[in-house]
């Protein structure tokens, strides 16, 4: 079983920071992509974030010079360093990954739960 669980949502302010980890945890042999989504309010599910095992992460417009993300492969974990948010930015934040359970298996996506984040104007 493989689990993918997230923290750091909340309430804030327009103009403020929030950091987003999830943490990947279970039977893993290795992780491909870990990326983050948001759901806004009324919206359908969209990619802000990814980044592979190795090289540089890629971000939608939307986010881009505002949203950092990052990857400590030694932890199993994504964070999603958020800033300038925007009252735009608030919705139900979701971790992504595409994990391998062993070497006898392809690779599957896992999310996690889900994390709200609502910015205030």
């Known amino acids: 079983q493989v689990q993918l669980v997230e923290s750091g949502g909340g309430l804030v302010q327009a103009g403020g920071s929030l950091r987003l980890s999830c943490a990947a945890s279970?039977?893993?042999?290795?992780?491909?992509?870990m990326a983050w989504y948001r759901q806004a309010p009324g919206k359908q599910r969209e990619l802000l974030a990814t980044?592979?095992?190795?090289?540089?992460?890629t971000y939608t417009d939307s986010v881009k010079g505002r949203f950092t993300l990052s990857r400590d492969n030694a932890k199993n974990t994504v964070y999603l360093q958020m800033n300038t948010l925007k009252p735009d930015d608030t919705g139900v934040y979701y971790c992504?990954?595409?994990?391998?359970?062993?070497?006898?298996?392809?690779?599957?996506?896992?999310w996690g739960q889900g994390t709200q984040v609502t910015i205030s104007s």
């Open positions: 992504n990954a595409v994990i391998r359970m062993s070497l006898r298996t392809d690779f599957t996506t896992y």
């Open positions: 279970g039977s893993i042999f290795s992780i491909n992509t």
């Open positions: 980044i592979a095992s190795s090289g540089s992460p």
